[in-house]
Protein backbone atom coordinates (compact mmCIF):
# COMPACT_ATOMS: atom_id res chain seq x y z
CA UNK A 1 0.00 0.00 0.00
CA UNK A 2 0.98 3.34 -0.80
CA UNK A 3 1.94 5.77 1.68
CA UNK A 4 0.78 9.18 2.30
CA UNK A 5 2.37 12.54 2.86
CA UNK A 6 0.76 15.86 3.76
CA UNK A 7 2.50 18.51 2.92
CA UNK A 8 2.03 22.45 4.20
CA UNK A 9 3.08 25.34 2.54
CA UNK A 10 1.60 28.85 2.00
CA UNK A 11 3.59 28.70 -1.49
CA UNK A 12 1.60 27.12 -4.53
CA UNK A 13 4.64 26.52 -6.69
CA UNK A 14 6.45 24.57 -3.63
CA UNK A 15 3.05 22.69 -3.13
CA UNK A 16 2.51 21.65 -6.74
CA UNK A 17 6.88 21.05 -7.32
CA UNK A 18 6.64 18.88 -3.96
CA UNK A 19 3.63 16.98 -4.65
CA UNK A 20 4.69 16.20 -8.42
CA UNK A 21 7.84 14.76 -7.35
CA UNK A 22 6.53 12.79 -4.31
CA UNK A 23 3.60 11.65 -6.74
CA UNK A 24 6.49 10.24 -9.07
CA UNK A 25 7.92 8.24 -6.25
CA UNK A 26 4.60 6.56 -5.47
CA UNK A 27 3.20 8.26 -2.13
CA UNK A 28 0.03 9.76 -2.41
CA UNK A 29 -0.05 13.62 -1.47
CA UNK A 30 -2.60 15.98 0.21
CA UNK A 31 -1.55 19.42 0.66
CA UNK A 32 -3.05 22.19 2.69
CA UNK A 33 -1.91 26.33 2.61
CA UNK A 34 -2.55 27.08 6.13
CA UNK A 35 -2.00 25.71 9.45
CA UNK A 36 -5.49 24.99 10.30
CA UNK A 37 -6.00 23.63 7.33
CA UNK A 38 -3.25 21.07 8.06
CA UNK A 39 -4.52 20.14 11.07
CA UNK A 40 -8.21 19.91 10.56
CA UNK A 41 -6.91 17.60 7.29
CA UNK A 42 -4.47 15.54 9.85
CA UNK A 43 -7.36 15.28 12.33
CA UNK A 44 -9.71 13.68 9.42
CA UNK A 45 -7.32 11.45 7.65
CA UNK A 46 -3.96 11.32 9.69
CA UNK A 47 -0.87 11.08 6.65
CA UNK A 48 1.90 8.93 7.40
CA UNK A 49 4.10 12.14 7.31
CA UNK A 50 4.05 15.31 7.46
CA UNK A 51 6.27 17.93 5.18
CA UNK A 52 5.24 20.97 7.52
CA UNK A 53 6.93 25.06 6.35
CA UNK A 54 7.51 26.92 9.29
CA UNK A 55 6.16 30.21 8.01
CA UNK A 56 2.44 29.55 7.78
CA UNK A 57 -0.14 32.48 7.45
CA UNK A 58 -2.34 31.72 10.30
CA UNK A 59 -1.14 29.55 12.79
CA UNK A 60 2.81 29.12 12.72
CA UNK A 61 4.80 26.02 11.37
CA UNK A 62 5.96 25.88 15.16
CA UNK A 63 3.18 25.85 16.23
CA UNK A 64 1.26 23.43 14.75
CA UNK A 65 3.99 20.84 15.45
CA UNK A 66 3.64 21.41 19.22
CA UNK A 67 0.07 20.98 19.04
CA UNK A 68 0.53 17.41 17.22
CA UNK A 69 3.08 16.41 19.29
CA UNK A 70 0.29 16.28 21.99
CA UNK A 71 -1.57 13.84 20.48
CA UNK A 72 0.05 12.23 17.48
CA UNK A 73 4.05 10.92 16.59
CA UNK A 74 3.13 11.44 12.98
CA UNK A 75 6.70 11.72 11.90
CA UNK A 76 7.37 15.82 10.92
CA UNK A 77 9.95 16.71 7.98
CA UNK A 78 10.43 20.92 8.57
CA UNK A 79 10.62 23.04 5.77
CA UNK A 80 12.53 26.38 6.99
CA UNK A 81 14.04 29.42 5.40
CA UNK A 82 16.21 29.71 8.36
CA UNK A 83 19.86 28.49 7.65
CA UNK A 84 20.96 29.28 11.23
CA UNK A 85 21.79 25.95 13.43
CA UNK A 86 19.82 27.32 16.19
CA UNK A 87 16.99 27.67 14.48
CA UNK A 88 16.96 23.66 13.41
CA UNK A 89 17.74 22.77 16.85
CA UNK A 90 14.63 24.95 17.93
CA UNK A 91 12.78 22.65 15.17
CA UNK A 92 14.07 19.32 16.22
CA UNK A 93 13.16 20.23 20.29
CA UNK A 94 9.61 21.07 19.10
CA UNK A 95 9.40 17.28 18.03
CA UNK A 96 10.44 17.57 13.98
CA UNK A 97 11.91 14.00 13.08
CA UNK A 98 14.10 16.31 10.33
CA UNK A 99 14.45 19.56 8.72
CA UNK A 100 15.31 20.58 5.31
CA UNK A 101 16.23 24.65 4.45
CA UNK A 102 14.38 26.45 1.50
CA UNK A 103 15.74 26.56 -1.04
CA UNK A 104 16.00 23.06 -1.83
CA UNK A 105 16.29 20.17 -4.09
CA UNK A 106 12.81 18.62 -4.83
CA UNK A 107 15.04 15.21 -5.42
CA UNK A 108 16.58 15.49 -1.23
CA UNK A 109 12.92 16.20 -0.03
CA UNK A 110 11.69 12.85 -1.68
CA UNK A 111 15.08 11.35 -0.41
CA UNK A 112 14.40 12.75 2.95
CA UNK A 113 10.59 11.68 3.31
CA UNK A 114 11.89 8.08 1.99
CA UNK A 115 14.67 7.85 4.90
CA UNK A 116 11.70 8.50 7.49
CA UNK A 117 9.28 6.28 6.12
CA UNK A 118 12.02 3.57 6.62
CA UNK A 119 12.52 4.24 9.90
CA UNK A 120 8.79 4.39 11.14
CA UNK A 121 6.01 1.07 11.74
CA UNK A 122 5.20 -0.29 7.67
CA UNK A 123 8.47 -0.24 6.43
CA UNK A 124 10.13 -3.07 5.24
CA UNK A 125 12.40 -3.37 8.45
CA UNK A 126 12.14 -7.02 9.41
CA UNK A 127 10.05 -7.64 13.06
CA UNK A 128 12.56 -8.17 16.07
CA UNK A 129 11.67 -9.22 19.46
CA UNK A 130 10.47 -7.64 23.12
CA UNK A 131 13.47 -5.77 24.71
CA UNK A 132 13.62 -5.97 28.36
CA UNK A 133 15.71 -3.51 30.19
CA UNK A 134 15.98 -3.32 34.23
CA UNK A 135 13.75 -6.61 35.09
CA UNK A 136 10.92 -5.66 32.86
CA UNK A 137 11.01 -1.57 34.16
CA UNK A 138 11.61 -0.93 30.39
CA UNK A 139 9.83 -2.39 27.78
CA UNK A 140 10.68 -1.56 24.04
CA UNK A 141 8.12 -3.73 22.14
CA UNK A 142 9.79 -3.06 17.77
CA UNK A 143 7.01 -5.09 16.42
CA UNK A 144 4.18 -2.68 18.04
CA UNK A 145 6.84 0.55 17.85
CA UNK A 146 5.54 0.91 21.87
CA UNK A 147 7.86 1.97 24.68
CA UNK A 148 6.80 1.36 28.17
CA UNK A 149 8.23 2.39 31.51
CA UNK A 150 6.47 1.33 35.00
CA UNK A 151 3.97 -0.27 32.37
CA UNK A 152 3.00 3.14 31.32
CA UNK A 153 3.31 3.70 27.36
CA UNK A 154 5.71 6.51 26.43
CA UNK A 155 4.49 8.85 24.17
CA UNK A 156 7.37 9.02 21.57
CA UNK A 157 8.31 10.23 18.14
CA UNK A 158 9.72 7.98 15.48
CA UNK A 159 12.91 8.96 16.29
CA UNK A 160 13.37 8.82 19.78
CA UNK A 161 11.82 5.47 19.80
CA UNK A 162 14.59 4.60 17.34
CA UNK A 163 17.06 6.62 19.22
CA UNK A 164 15.86 4.55 22.17
CA UNK A 165 15.77 1.05 20.75
CA UNK A 166 19.28 1.51 19.52
CA UNK A 167 20.67 2.12 22.75
CA UNK A 168 18.73 -0.61 24.48
CA UNK A 169 19.98 -3.00 21.75
CA UNK A 170 23.20 -2.79 23.47
CA UNK A 171 22.78 -1.78 26.76
CA UNK A 172 26.11 -0.37 28.69
CA UNK A 173 27.67 0.06 25.19
CA UNK A 174 28.64 3.69 24.58
CA UNK A 175 27.15 5.32 20.88
CA UNK A 176 29.26 8.11 19.46
CA UNK A 177 27.01 11.07 18.66
CA UNK A 178 28.14 10.27 14.51
CA UNK A 179 27.26 7.04 15.16
CA UNK A 180 23.40 8.00 16.69
CA UNK A 181 22.76 10.14 13.89
CA UNK A 182 23.52 7.50 11.27
CA UNK A 183 21.27 5.42 12.76
CA UNK A 184 18.60 8.11 12.68
CA UNK A 185 18.98 9.32 9.73
CA UNK A 186 20.82 6.55 7.59
CA UNK A 187 24.32 6.12 6.40
CA UNK A 188 24.55 8.94 3.65
CA UNK A 189 23.59 11.26 6.87
CA UNK A 190 23.86 15.02 6.84
CA UNK A 191 23.61 16.50 9.82
CA UNK A 192 24.75 17.92 12.94
CA UNK A 193 25.75 15.77 15.72
CA UNK A 194 24.21 18.15 17.99
CA UNK A 195 20.66 17.32 16.56
CA UNK A 196 21.37 13.96 18.57
CA UNK A 197 21.36 16.18 22.16
CA UNK A 198 18.19 17.72 21.26
CA UNK A 199 16.46 13.72 20.54
CA UNK A 200 18.33 12.92 23.51
CA UNK A 201 16.85 15.71 25.67
CA UNK A 202 13.51 15.22 24.31
CA UNK A 203 13.34 11.04 25.12
CA UNK A 204 15.00 11.67 28.95
CA UNK A 205 11.81 14.32 29.25
CA UNK A 206 9.71 11.95 28.42
CA UNK A 207 10.90 9.32 30.42
CA UNK A 208 11.02 11.35 33.82
CA UNK A 209 7.30 12.58 32.62
CA UNK A 210 6.14 9.21 32.03
CA UNK A 211 8.17 7.33 35.23
CA UNK A 212 10.27 10.31 37.75
CA UNK A 213 13.40 9.13 37.64
CA UNK A 214 13.44 6.88 34.43
CA UNK A 215 15.66 10.02 32.66
CA UNK A 216 18.57 8.20 34.37
CA UNK A 217 18.09 5.18 31.58
CA UNK A 218 19.79 7.32 29.34
CA UNK A 219 23.19 8.09 30.08
CA UNK A 220 25.99 10.65 28.97
CA UNK A 221 29.51 9.60 28.50
CA UNK A 222 31.23 13.28 28.94
CA UNK A 223 33.23 13.46 25.21
CA UNK A 224 32.17 10.73 23.54
CA UNK A 225 28.12 9.82 23.43
CA UNK A 226 25.58 7.98 24.75
CA UNK A 227 24.57 4.83 26.54
CA UNK A 228 21.82 2.98 28.21
CA UNK A 229 22.08 2.20 31.56
CA UNK A 230 20.02 0.00 34.71
CA UNK A 231 19.89 3.26 37.28
CA UNK A 232 21.33 2.75 40.47
Known amino acids: MSRSVLVVDDEPGILEVASAYLKRDGYL ?10 LDSIATQPPDLIILDLMLPDISGEEVCVRLRRQTSVPI ?5 KAAEEDRLRGLALGADDYLVKP ?11 AILRRVPGSSEPPMD ?10 IDLPAHEARVGGAIV ?15 QPRRVFSRF ?12 GFE ?6 VMRLRKKLDETLPGAADYVTT ?9 EPA
Open 104 to 114: FSPRELVARAR
Open 179 to 190: ELLQILQGPDVE
Open 29 to 38: VRTAMTGQRA
Open 194 to 199: RTVDVH
Open 155 to 169: PLTATEFRLLAALAR
Open 221 to 229: VYGVGYRLD
Open 77 to 81: LMLTA
Open 130 to 139: LLVIDDGRLE
